[in-house]
């Protein structure tokens, strides 16, 4: 047998051969091993290419193209079951990690208003409606504002109610948004119409009901011809609205040194047996009208003021004020 027809048959070897090992890879780890084996530095091929070096020249060109043509079908078949694996493993790919629709989303967690602040919002919309506008006073109070001007002189046993926190001789944490009422009388004449909410400090240990930082809301209307059906009309209505229609409600007198006459206000649930205090109410007392210059003959005016932690408490059954601090989530979830 020449050398050529020894080459040639080996040629055909080696293509049947690689036809059935390529016919059994299966995988993409496989495809590169034959890869190596044949088309490799030092692969099967290259092997060829060497041997043709011995061939007599006049043979050299048949017996290359026989290689060639063995090295690109090579080059062809395993190009293409790399892609058929490749595209295989993709699919599985995608398959695992593929978007399911049916899992649960992940929730951002954005957090809602403390019920506190619900409270108060709610609270305030009621009164705005009314056409009372917004106004603010600062915590931290001249004694003047917080006690003087409201007709609670220095030794006015009203004094003694409030264990306040003094931050030098003259001034003190507010014991109540009362203040307020004095500050937007200055600033203003008569018509004065507005609801004033905010943080009060007492010096209380906490307990079921008492918490050294809570929240009032103040009301004030100040102008000619107001009256106390005017105080108990506001009061109604808005007693109507926050607690419903089918709670009682009441006027107990009662004394305060910035209103006279004073009025506790009480409500009662649908199906219970206690008064419970909601408010303190009254008509605006002259004297405080004189302390901002205004004459008490041209002008009347009413005030109340309660507390938004009690509000809280009755709307929602709460038993203790100390709930609303603990920043436990079990609880403020609920609102
Ligand atoms: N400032 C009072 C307190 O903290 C509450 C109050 C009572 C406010 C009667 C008023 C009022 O405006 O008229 O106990």
């Not at 041997?51 to 017996?63: C, H, V, W």
């Not at 409270?119 to 003047?144: C, Q, W």
Request: charged share 35%.
């Amino acid at each position: 047998m020449s050398q050529l027809d020894a080459l040639l048959d080996k040629i055909q070897d080696l293509k049947e051969e690689s036809k059935a090992n390529l016919e059994e890879v299966e995988s993409l780890q496989e495809c590169e091993e034959l890869r190596v084996k044949y088309l490799g530095r030092n692969g099967e091929i290259q092997e060829l290419f060497d041997e043709l070096g011995d061939l007599p020249d006049e043979d050299k060109a048949e017996a290359g193209k026989g290689i060639n043509k063995l090295k690109s079908f090579l080059q062809d078949r395993i190009e293409e079951k790399k892609e058929k694996f490749k595209r295989r493993e993709k699919e599985k790919k995608l398959k695992q990690e593929g978007i399911d629709v049916t899992l649960p989303g992940r929730s951002r967690g954005v957090g809602k208003r403390h019920v506190i602040t619900q409270v108060n919002d709610e609270l305030t919309t009621i009164f705005k409606r009314m056409g009372f506008s917004l106004a603010l006073g600062p915590e931290v109070e001249s004694d003047y504002y917080n006690f003087e001007a409201l007709n609670i002189p220095e030794l006015h046993p009203a004094r003694d109610e409030w264990d306040s926190l003094y931050v030098d001789d003259e001034h003190l944490l507010r014991t109540h948004t009362s203040p307020v009422q004095i500050r937007e009388m200055e600033s203003q004449e008569p018509p004065v119409k507005i609801i004033c909410p905010g943080k009060c400090y007492r010096r209380d240990t906490p307990d079921a009901t008492h918490y050294p930082v809570f929240h009032q809301v103040e009301l004030l209307w100040v102008d000619e011809n107001l009256t106390f059906a005017n105080l108990k009309y506001v009061i109604r209505s808005f007693v109507e609205e926050f607690f419903g229609p089918e709670f009682s409600m009441r006027f107990r007198a009662d004394y305060f040194p910035f209103t006279e006459p004073s009025a506790e206000v009480d409500v009662m649930r649908p199906d219970g047996e206690d008064w419970l205090e909601i408010m303190g109410s009254g008509m605006v007392d002259p004297n405080v009208l004189e302390a901002v210059d205004y004459d008490p003959e041209t002008y009347q005016g009413f005030a109340l003021g309660l507390g938004v932690e009690r509000m809280a408490m009755l709307k929602y059954g709460i038993d203790d004020i100390r709930l609303f601090y603990r920043n436990d989530l079990r609880f403020l979830d609920q609102f």
